[in-house]
């Protein structure tokens, strides 16, 4: 195994699309190096993209955020501006592992990583952020829901790396929420996790939504029935039982050591509803 | 002096026994300096690592070992072919740590390799061709017991189990007395239940590891952490054909054992690379190779059958306890079915233990083993029984009690014991009566240790300058040199910064049993006293010498030697550093030594109080609160007894709520690893309030029983009923998952 | 294989080591450079045993490449302690008998540190999150919560 660590984006897209064998990115390494000591992935190029200029920066941009693919989780964390803008998805990112993992972990690697329960996914589909991805082709803007295509897969092509995440400006009276069920208060993968990002109106109508649940199919799903159920109404109790059973609906989970298909469906309804209320009452400032 | 003529039991204001000072140790731990099992290294060292079945039933019809031997770098491999002929009660042990002509379990170790480096030796793992047949398995205590069960060893079923059963019934144990059925008959509610536990591991933090060098001579060096490092000596010696003396074990600092590290697994292995490649071969388990072939503990399937009177009185009380040991008979059912009980008076008792195998690694002991399943049934019942009557769960234990003179369901009459003080320490409690509230529930249970003695030898060295070097035999595994130096420094009436007590090698001492049974504070320490003691009286004869008066004349006291009777005053007291200073000139160094088979350990009850809350729409369970109060006999250590106290309940903790082995269909272990095997984190428990109670054992000069095990017996039961309380609904599957407490919400509501 | 060579600075001292690609942080601390402070549980990030901080930062050293430390500064629990002088956490740790085997004790002195430097006054809920990484299993975490509270008591007030 080789490891570069490029400071440019185009020498490292240059070193990902011309490795005639296999090659991996390392971010924060906290899949990638759980992988290797397994065995389970024996790349023969490993390249590291904490050192190319601006992969570690937050910016303001067009009113919302841009967040660099090696930002960690722990500086995600820390970033006032995108803590009060996206809580929802600084929490999801902040769920993921110990203060350990926080202080490696970024989110890029989280969505790339393409595990059907990844915490930050469902708040960053929620958001509607959208992923620059840079290649030998060039730039092109992707929305987070369709990096993962397959459990471990992604719709990246060879030598092509996410070089930031955009989290597009919040509007007025919005509000985001992420929740997620695990066994014990910390530690554990997601047995079911929902994002809801919502909009209110002045007289408190919600005008949009977007709902996503993770760990209840191979990729993180986009309930649009689930928002619908929010839309047009005062997000009172019948419509947080409607988003809850629309949510239940959508599950197409498998019993696995983590949690059973009933447990899933049953519990993904239970997370909406809670995330929902939290992403209301921060809509409500 | 005849110190020996003192009653075991004195009335004594302690000076040092009681209070917290700082351990020995500390220092090293708390920087980093103290080295554990992976922490060693020797010039020339071989890395090894072992090549595991991936089959949980295979038979191996051969092993082709030439490619990996060619390999460069590689140095030495070994499979079973490398280890002769050993004796009967070795044999499951050798066919264990490698693999004889069966695999009988995922993770069973087939060959093993010492090469230049880890990725040498992963390759060589590589190159290994083990032809495999593969034959059906079985991992589940129920199933293995059926007749059409896989089999997994012919014909080693013995006398005790009845014709026409399966053959991976190893053994039935049955202990009682009275007539169940005429007490059954007379009660005015009788309960029927069945449980069943997943198998736990002890989780220590720790993994494995061992260095090994052996000479052309035969003269072999170990660095091992372990829990007993003569158990180590004896067996590899054994498992090797060396003689004992040939062998030198030496005991690192030990990370975790609470039991499973009280076998062997790769050291005989790093022994026979060693031997074979003819230089240290250092090897560590990784985390996955400790969660599927080391020793967790039994799966187990258990009924309960208890009569009771309305006014709570027993009437009897039935037991059957099914339990696997893994690959090999190991099951710990025999305490199980020992221990149910303990904590009632019964006149009419009856626990039947069946010892099955199954293809699960072999089971080592895991803290009180057996003992938390059979009594989470029991309490589970004895709780459900408290409920439908209407009666007060500690008022029933209290009325139940086994007390000084009850005859144990296992046998043998209690001497001095604690529950009752344990239970009425509960009861006055706050906790009892703090109010709960919505999704709230209290659970109790009681919990029993038989405790052990066994072989033990100190030395102890009075240094010219006054200062005391002990020497005993017995790993550290949570905080026991303090508890000795202390014991030491009592007796001998010295300040406990003049002693050091070090964990000698093997070649340094007698045999000493493993660190387990909760026996060390206990057995290492009475051995400590004595030998004090026979150091003291050598000191005051050489006083006496000095002075040139009758031995008889002098007695020890405050650390020095007094004239006595007659001559009292005479003669400034002597100190021990200025009778050490001149030993040279009284006749020689002066020590003091004890070797002995420890008898008279006392057992240790508990009673436990837990509060936990169900989130009804989840299954998801909290600790609220948690209260042990545990009988200790003498607390030498205080801090170190509330640890025991501590770390005991929150392993139940999670052995009651999430830990567990999780096969496949296709008998692999689908969790081996921190990740989904879930024990406790910091975040998900509360301060563990502890009640330390003192009972005196009247087997130990200070009156000390072990603690160690006792925890870890009632808070599977504990929590069970503070769940159900909580839930609604009884539980009686251990781990309570969310998703198993949801469903069982879920269907109560139904 | 052809080796990497890493200068970086370890506990406030320029180290140079040479290492394969493959080898973590943890491996190069551990076998290369006889820091062995940081331990092994787990190799999955899950136990915490191998905690050390990077850039002031607390990470896994298991999870990062030894390659990685190149101009970084690293610390362990061997920097911790001033010589002969403990840091308030290790000395709190013995007086209050937080530790029983001991294994799992740096990784949590580095990780109980890093908690103090960011947040000098943590709860006792704040504490037990922080070290939710940091696996123990003979304490019951009882002790180490309570001696962590201490210290940074003593700190504060220092």
Sequence with gaps: MRYEAPRTLESAVSLLAGEPGSAQILAGGTDLLVRLRSGFDEPDLVVDIKRIDGMNAITAENGGWRVGAAVSGAELGEHDGVKAAWPGVVEAAELIGSTQIQGRATMAGNLCNASPAADSVPALIAAQAVARVIGPNGTREVAVGDIATAPGKTSLAKGEIVASIFLPARAARSGDAYLRFIPRTEMDIAVVGVGVSLTLDASGTCTAARVSVCAVAATVLLVEDAAAALIGTPVDDAALERLAAACSAACKPIDDKRGTIEFRTKVAGVLARRAATIAIERAKG | ?750 | MTQIHVSTKINGDAVEFLCEAQETLLDVLRDRLDLTGAKEGCSTGDCGACSVTVDGRLVCSCLMLGAEAEGREIATIEGMAAGEVLHPLQQKFLEHAALQCGICTPGILVAAEALLEKNPDPTETEVRYWLAGNLCRCTGYDKIVRAVMDAAEQMRGA
């Design chain 2, 1 to 750: 002096m005849a110190l020996d003529d003192k009653p075991e039991l004195e009335v004594r204001v302690f000076k040092i026994v009681g209070s917290r000072p700082i351990r020995p140790d500390g220092i090293d731990k708390v920087t980093g300096r103290a080295r554990f099992g992976a922490d060693m290294s020797a010039p020339g060292m071989l890395v090894g690592l072992v090549l595991r079945s991936p089959h949980a039933h295979a038979r191996i019809r051969g092993i082709d070992t030439a490619k990996a031997e060619a390999l460069p770098g590689v140095k030495a491999v070994v499979t079973s072919a490398d280890f002769g002929e050993v004796s009967d009660d070795l044999r499951d042990i050798l066919h264990n740590v490698m693999a004889h002509d069966k695999a009988l379990y995922d993770g069973h170790a087939v060959a093993a390799v010492a090469a230049s480096s880890a990725s040498v030796a992963k390759r060589a793992l590589a190159l290994i061709e083990v032809d495999y047949e593969v034959l059906p398995h079985v991992t589940d205590v129920d199933e293995a017991m059926k007749l059409d069960a896989p089999v997994l060893h012919e014909g080693r079923s013995d006398e005790t189990v009845p014709a026409g059963m399966s053959a991976n019934i190893m053994h039935r144990f049955e202990y009682g007395h009275g007539d169940v059925e005429a007490g059954f008959a007379a009660a005015d509610e009788v309960l029927e239940r069945s449980f069943k536990t997943a198998a736990t591991h002890q989780g220590y933090i720790e993994p494995h590891a061992c260095l090994a060098s052996m000479g052309p001579d035969g003269q072999a060096d170990l660095w091992c952490c372990t829990q007993g490092h003569y158990m180590v000596r004896n067996t590899c010696a054994g498992l090797l054909g060396l003689d004992a003396s040939q062998l030198k074990v030496t005991a690192s600092e030990i990370g975790g054992g609470f039991g499973g590290k009280t076998t062997v697994f790769l050291e005989p292995v790093a022994l026979a690379l060693a031997r074979k490649a003819g230089r240290p071969v250092k090897m560590v388990m990784s985390r996955d190779e400790v969660f599927r072939a080391t020793g967790p503990t039994s799966s187990t399937s258990i009924d309960i059958k208890i009569g009771m009177k309305r006014d709570g009185t027993i009437t009897a009380g039935w037991a059957d306890l099914r339990y696997q040991g893994g690959a090999f008979q190991s099951s710990p059912v025999q305490f199980g079915a020992m221990a149910c009980f303990a904590a009632y008076d019964l006149a009419n008792v009856q626990a039947i233990g069946w010892d099955v195998v199954a293809n699960r690694p072999k089971a080592a002991a895991y803290r009180a083993p057996g003992a938390p399943m059979g009594t989470y049934a029991v309490e589970s019942v004895v709780d459900e029984l408290c409920e439908k009557l209407g009666l007060d769960r500690l008022e029933v234990r209290l009325k139940n009690a086994s007390r000084d003179g009850t005859k144990a369901a296992y046998g043998p009459r209690f001497g001095r014991i604690g529950l009752t003080a344990t239970l009425e320490a509960a009861k006055a409690h706050p906790h009892y009566t703090a109010p709960l509230g919505p999704n709230q529930g209290r659970g109790v249970a009681c919990g029993f240790w038989f405790n052990f003695g066994g072989d033990t030898c100190v030395s102890m060295s009075i240094n010219n300058d006054g200062t005391v070097s002990l020497s005993e035999g017995n790993p550290d595994i949570g905080g026991s040199r303090a508890a000795m130096t202390m014991m030491a420094a009592e007796e001998l009436g010295i300040p406990y910064e003049r002693v050091r007590t070090t964990i000698a090698d093997t070649s340094a001492l007698g045999q000493n049993e493993v660190t387990d049974g909760s026996r060390v504070t206990f057995a290492v320490g009475l051995a400590t006293i004595k030998a004090a003691r026979e150091a003291i009286t050598i000191m005051c004869g050489r006083a006496a010498k000095i002075w040139g008066i009758d031995e008889d004349a002098v007695f020890w006291e405050d650390g020095h030697a007094k004239p006595a009777g007659p001559n009292a005053g005479k003669f400034p007291p002597m100190s021990l550093a200025e009778i050490a200073a001149v030993a040279s000139n009284t006749g020689g160094p002066i020590a003091g030594h004890h070797e002995v088979n420890a008898e008279g350990a006392g057992v240790s009850f508990a009673t436990h109080l837990v509060d936990a809350e169900v989130d009804p729409e989840t299954g998801a369970v909290k600790i609220l609160r948690y209260t042990v109060f545990q009988d200790a006999g003498k607390a030498v250590h205080p801090a170190y007894v509330e640890g025991q106290f501590q770390g005991g309940a929150v392993q139940g903790i999670g052995w009651a709520l999430n830990e567990e082995y999780i096969y496949g269909p296709d008998g692999r272990l689908q969790n081996p690893g921190f990740l989904d095997y879930r024990i406790p984190v910091a975040s998900d428990l509360p301060m563990i309030d502890t009640v330390i109670i003192e009972v005196p054992n009247p087997g130990h000069p200070y009156g000390v029983r072990g603690v160690g095990e006792t925890s870890i017996v009632p808070p599977l039961a504990a929590v069970a009923n503070a769940v159900s309380a909580a839930a609604g609904v009884r539980l009686t599957e251990l781990p309570m998952s969310p998703p198993k407490v949801l469903e069982a919400i879920d269907a109560a509501g139904d």
